[in-house]
């Protein structure tokens, strides 16, 4: 497995701190953020999934704990739409150069509107997907705000 990604490219070139770790994906697993967090050995509240979504026809990001389910009207308000819904993995895998299961929101070949839910912030560091299935990018929520110019807020309750 390569431990260098469009997303740690992108982390590496705004010096911006961050560690690796990789675990062993399972392509059958039904929720993957769920299955990376038992692989680890850590809570799932600290290991965030990556979730394309389309706001009123244009693409966006939501970041929500692998625990969670995203609120799509929530999504919506935050990111100033009418109306989201999840992106096709087809649409998704095109959009962002990364294959469902290894999506990241750092290093995706176009910026789209992004929005953290604010759970990350409870906790000193997060885990969220480094680029490639079963490799994940541990790093400070606020390094993680500050690399993507993301907007904080609830997402999930």
């Avoid at 070139?13 to 680890?40: H, N």
Wanted: proline share 6%; aromatic share 4%; net charge neutral.
């Amino acid at each position: 497995m390569s431990r260098t990604t469009p997303a740690t490219q992108a982390l590496t070139r705004a010096g911006i701190p961050f560690s690796l770790a990789s675990y062993d994906y399972d392509p059958d697993a039904e929720r993957v953020g769920l299955q990376a967090a038992e692989a680890m050995g850590v809570s799932p509240a600290e290991v965030f999934k990556t979730l394309m979504a389309e706001l009123d026809g244009r693409p966006v990001c939501a970041i929500v704990p692998s625990d969670e389910e995203v609120n799509m009207k929530k999504l919506a308000a935050v990111l100033g739409g009418k109306s989201a819904q999840m992106m096709r993995p087809a649409d998704a895998e095109r959009l962002t150069g990364y294959k469902v299961g290894g999506i990241s929101p750092l290093g995706q070949r176009k910026a789209v509107p992004t929005a953290l839910d604010e759970l990350a912030t409870l906790h000193d560091a997060i885990f969220l997907n480094g680029g490639q299935r079963g490799l994940q990018i541990r790093i400070r929520p606020d390094d993680l705000i500050r690399a993507l110019g993301c907007v904080t807020a609830d997402l999930v309750r």
